[in-house]
Structure formats: structure tokens, C-alpha cells
């Protein structure tokens, strides 16, 4: 069975620093780009950040450029999203997200949210809050 499981959430001050981690099961990180998804209250689901099944290639919001770090370990089947200089616009719940292919474009991976795109498999989501 293929499972998304989200950890690392929290609550922590603005300028902060938290690791999210995206458990992968029952599927591999050579076969399936992973994406970072977040929703804050009130507010569409939008990309943060995605990573590339086939070459690691990765993208990212231009909201979180040179703040958020996303990476893999395919030996633990683990995609992580460092996140830094947090700020309280970053509050949201997290999701990542797998999607089968290997020459799928991050971009276009990460901003497919936006028409409803039906990725194959979600985790159910971690909460993030940073205080001001």
C-alpha cells in the first residue's frame, strides 16, 4: 500500500528554522516526483516546492526561494523541506504529494495545484505555526 507520512511540524518564532520530512512507502523515489504543498486557514492549497524523480531537479515558489531547501534520501525513502527564516505568512498545514513519471517538468508539477490536478498519492499533512 503507498503511503505519504508527514512529521517535523511545530510551532516556532519568526526567523526560525524547522525540518519537514515526507515518509515514503509502498513506492520509490526513482519512479515518483515528490511535492511540498501547503494550505494555510482561508486559502487555496498552493506548491511550495518539488523534486524531480529522474534527476533531483527541484523547484520552487518564489515565496520561499533561498529560505526553503528541499532533498531526498531514496535509501530511506525520505524527502525532506528544510525550512528557514521562517515567517508568519509561512503558517499552514503541509502536505506532500507523489506523482509517477520521470520527465515530468517541477514547475509545472508544482503549479498544477492550481487546476485542481489530481496527484496520485497525498500524506495527510503536518502543521506549521510561526509566531510573530
Known amino acids: 500500500e503507498e503511503q505519504l507520512v508527514e512529521s517535523g511540524g511545530g510551532l516556532v518564532q519568526a526567523g526560525g528554522s524547522l525540518r519537514l520530512s515526507c515518509a515514503v512507502s509502498?513506492?520509490?523515489?526513482?519512479?515518483?516526483?515528490i511535492g511540498w504543498f501547503r494550505q494555510a486557514p482561508g486559502k487555496e492549497r498552493e506548491g511550495v516546492s518539488c523534486?524531480?524523480?529522474?534527476?533531483?531537479?527541484?523547484y520552487y515558489e518564489d515565496a520561499v526561494k533561498g529560505r526553503f531547501t528541499i532533498s531526498r534520501d531514496i535509501a530511506k525513502s525520505t524527502v525532506y523541506l528544510q525550512m528557514n527564516s521562517l515567517e508568519p505568512e509561512d503558517t499552514a498545514v503541509y502536505y506532500c504529494?507523489?506523482?509517477?513519471?520521470?520527465?515530468?517538468?517541477?514547475?509545472?508539477?508544482?503549479?498544477?495545484?492550481?487546476?485542481?490536478?489530481?496527484?496520485?498519492?497525498w500524506g495527510r499533512g503536518t502543521q506549521v505555526t510561526v509566531s510573530s
Open positions: 504529494a507523489a506523482e509517477a513519471g520521470r520527465d515530468i517538468n517541477m514547475k509545472n508539477m508544482c503549479l498544477a495545484i492550481q487546476r485542481n490536478y489530481e496527484y496520485d498519492f
Open positions: 509502498g513506492l520509490s523515489l526513482n519512479e515518483y516526483s
Open positions: 523534486i524531480s524523480s529522474s534527476d533531483g531537479s527541484t
